[in-house]
Nanobody, 120 residues
Framework: QVQVVESGGGLVQAGGSLRLSCAASGNTFNINTMGWYRQAPGKQRELVATITSGGSTNYADSEKGRFTISRDNAKNVVYLQMTNLKPEDTAVYYC??????????????WGQGTQVTVSS
């Protein structure tokens, strides 16, 4: 199986930057897309950005131009560089990996989350 572990969250002032990391371990060969999602208090978990093993990226509209997702396939690590952070970016950020079984079934693997708090 696969595990993903996030790191890099913390407290930052509005306008500041943070970089989140997510390291995957285990049978990473069967992972294609990895990404970041976030969940603010009282809200549903939402997409932030995803990246495929080939490097294709997808961003939520609110993050375009401020956040950059990247991936090191050799190290099985995905990064989220966040700039110009806003108080509304405050949330628990979760790493996600899509694990593909040979049968075609896809299973979502989630990390434990890392807190990002942006003060105004």
């Amino acid at each position: 199986q696969v595990q993903v572990v996030e790191s890099g969250g913390g407290l930052v002032q509005a306008g500041g930057s943070l970089r989140l990391s997510c390291a995957a371990s285990g049978n990473t060969f069967n992972i294609n897309t990895m990404g970041w999602y976030r969940q603010a208090p009282g809200k549903q978990r939402e997409l932030v950005a995803t990246i495929t093993s080939g490097g294709s990226t997808n961003y939520a509209d609110s993050e375009k131009g401020r956040f950059t997702i990247s991936r090191d396939n050799a190290k099985n690590v995905v990064y989220l560089q966040m700039t110009n952070l806003k108080p509304e970016d405050t949330a628990v950020y979760y790493c996600n990996a899509k694990y593909w079984y040979i049968t075609g079934k896809i299973v979502d693997i989630w990390g434990q989350g890392t807190q990002v708090t942006v003060s105004s």
